[in-house]
């Protein structure tokens, strides 16, 4: 009689699959780590000039209209003329300029988008209406 031989049970682990996690890891951590930048950094004292220009920050002007139609510039109550006047002396050009507008909810929105039209056409690009 013929008996057949048992299968053994084999307890090792498989290694391949555990190398294909383990350098999936690594590349994992090795993209998603920040490189520093070791670049030369030399002591150098620059010399000064009186005509070196300095970048400013770009100018923000405030600018709030009430729930009764009135408008304050910077705080200063003005008028729709005054702010297209004070708008118009204004050095867009060299300047960065932005304004921020803060508007009573109740106010009507035509009068919100006049004096951004007068903000746009005295050459402001970034112009915000402030919420809560």
């Not at 300047?95 to 746009?120: C, F, S, T």
């Amino acid at each position: 009689m013929q008996f057949r031989k048992e299968e053994e049970d084999n307890f090792a682990m498989e290694m391949t699959p555990l190398i294909d996690v383990v350098f999936l890891l690594i590349i994992f951590f090795m993209v998603s780590t920040v490189f520093v930048d070791f670049s030369r950094h030399m002591d150098i004292n620059l010399p000064t000039s009186k005509s070196s220009v300095i970048d400013e920050e770009p100018k923000t002007l405030e600018i709030e209209m009430s729930k009764d139609k009135q408008i304050f510039l910077a705080g200063k109550k003005t008028t729709i003329l005054g702010l297209e006047q004070f708008l118009g002396k204004l050095d867009v050009k060299t300047k960065k300029q932005n304004a921020v507008i803060r508007a009573d909810k109740i106010l009507p929105y035509g009068e919100v988008i006049e004096v951004m039209g007068l903000l746009q056409k005295a050459g402001i690009p970034d112009i915000s209406v402030a919420v809560k």
